[in-house]
């Protein structure tokens, strides 16, 4: 089928590469000229493991290319909008970039169209492009309109678009709802041919599940902000584990074996950040508002989220004493590993927090170095996680990145200052540090420390 897909985010570039992975011809557009450009050559503005292979091997087979949106509105029968819905001061989602799309449609397209809003939307936003289309198109335009939520993860998205545990599809017509079966068919049949296993692991086949728009643009918020309310909920006990001598780990093990709670998403740390959670969460508290429903419990799930930093550095605090003129070396600088994407990083928020406490901040981090060093000028970045290291009064883990798990701690041990490590996302393994000689400083009451060094701590 010959598909358009609008915005060549982390959204829209991993739903054209998969969709042309499947079979399908895609257009694929980008308002960003200079990623277009990049696009065009073959050159990704995004690290996403899987990714790349399959952009040049569509592009290569044809069934992808990119283009300006004017002619990828044209090209495909069914259009799907992965434009940015950032946030607005207020907290509303913006969707100017969703109306921009909207027009050009009116203006440029013929005959039928589907046109699918894929990117993150409020609830009624498909009616209201409903209606602008009806306006601006005068009957020109014989058109459906469906929401089609995306659920990958950075990091992950291939994998996630290619696997998923649910397809939702909101259509108030039986000709949108079957024509987007048709497109996934090879998803749900799981009949393509897999860019990143010989074998696919056995796994149950995708739910794809129809309902009216409303209720798939709610899934959407409902879902994202479940799970941060999820990783607000293990924090909050975190920081009872840690007042009580208590373990998160085995707490969160614990819940976790309960299937209706489940064990994904119960890691304590730093807090959640990147570019869905935070700004989701907002959104639909603001949507909410507007229609008289009292969502306090979000609020209350963003207010913990924001304390985390706050109270992580008061760990540190009280492990260094004093924070002006300490030497910090920090392993971890995007949102989450795999990735190297730093919006809304509780990472860099962290290191903001100790740079603006007088500390130095040497910094390491496999893919996001160049992002970070944007956001944050002051940060200083090492070439390897030793270097940061080198000369530290403290180690702090800010991304779980597996690359951290596996340190040469003798080698570490001759590089420090202190043999402090200061674990926000404990996923190192204890024992090895503390077997090292690190004092080892974890969330939630996880944490481990020579024998010496613990009578210390207590002070
Ligand atoms: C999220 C949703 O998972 C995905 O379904 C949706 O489509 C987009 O938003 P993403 O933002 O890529 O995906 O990241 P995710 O893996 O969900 O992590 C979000 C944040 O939560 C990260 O900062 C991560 O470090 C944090 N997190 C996650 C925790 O602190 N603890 C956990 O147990 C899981």
């Known amino acids: ?84 819905t950032p946030p607005l001061e207020n907290g509303d989602a913006d969707l100017s970039a969703i109306e921009g799309v909207a027009r050009v449609i009116a203006k440029r397209a013929r005959g039928y169209r589907l046109i699918v809003e894929k990117s993150t939307v409020p609830v009624q936003t498909g009616a209201q492009l409903r209606k602008h289309l009806a306006v601006h198109t005068t009957g020109k335009l014989d058109f459906d309109v469906a929401s089609n939520p995306e659920f990958l993860k950075e990091g992950t998205s291939v994998e996630d678009f290619l696997h998923p545990d649910r397809i939702v599809i909101g259509a108030d017509s039986p000709r949108a709802a079957n024509l987007l079966q048709e497109i996934y068919q090879p998803i749900i049949d799981q009949t393509f041919a897999c860019p990143i296993h010989s074998a696919c692991p056995p796994r149950p086949q995708p739910r794809f599940l129809v309902t009216d728009t409303s209720s798939a643009e709610i899934i959407k918020h409902a879902s994202n902000s479940f799970l941060a309310m999820k990783i607000s909920y293990i924090n909050m006990v975190a920081d009872l584990c840690e007042a009580t001598g208590a373990d998160i780990g085995k707490v969160a093990e614990g819940i976790g074996l309960d299937p209706r709670i489940g064990p994904d998403f119960l890691r304590p740390g730093i807090g959640f950040g990147g570019f869905c959670f935070p700004k989701d969460l907002q959104a639909f508290v603001r949507i909410a508002e507007k229609f008289g429903c009292d969502f306090a419990l979000l609020q209350e799930v963003a207010r913990i989220n924001q304390k985390r930093v706050s109270s992580f550095v008061e760990k540190i605090r009280k492990e260094l004493w004093v924070l002006r003129g300490k030497k910090i070396c920090v392993w971890g600088l995007a949102f989450k590993p ?62 779980e990145w597996e690359e951290f798990r596996r340190v040469d701690w003798k080698r570490l041990a001759g590089l420090v200052e202190r043999s402090l490590i200061v674990d926000g996302r404990n996923t190192l393994p204890r024992e090895d540090v503390t077997g090292h000689g690190f004092q080892y400083v974890g969330i939630g009451g996880v944490s481990g420390a020579p024998e010496l060094t613990r009578s210390l701590a207590s002070i």
């Open 338 to 399: 795999n990735t190297d994407d730093v919006r809304f990083a509780p990472s860099l928020a962290v290191v903001r927090q100790l740079l603006a406490e007088g500390a130095s901040v040497r910094a390491y981090d496999p893919q996001a170095m160049e992002k970070a060093q944007r956001e944050v000028p002051e940060l200083t970045c090492c070439r390897d996680l030793y270097e940061a290291a080198r000369g530290a009064d403290a180690i702090v883990l800010l991304t």
């Open 1 to 84: 089928m010959r598909l358009s897909v609008i915005g060549a985010g982390y959204v829209g570039l991993t739903t054209a590469a998969c969709f042309a992975q499947i079979g399908h011809d895609v257009f694929c557009s980008e308002s960003d000229l200079d990623k277009l450009r990049k696009l065009q050559n073959g050159v990704m503005p995004i690290y996403e493991p899987h990714l790349q292979g399959i952009v040049t091997h569509a592009r290569e087979s044809g069934r992808l290319t990119f283009g300006e949106t004017d002619q990828t509105v044209e090209s495909g029968e069914t259009i799907f909008i992965c434009v940015g």
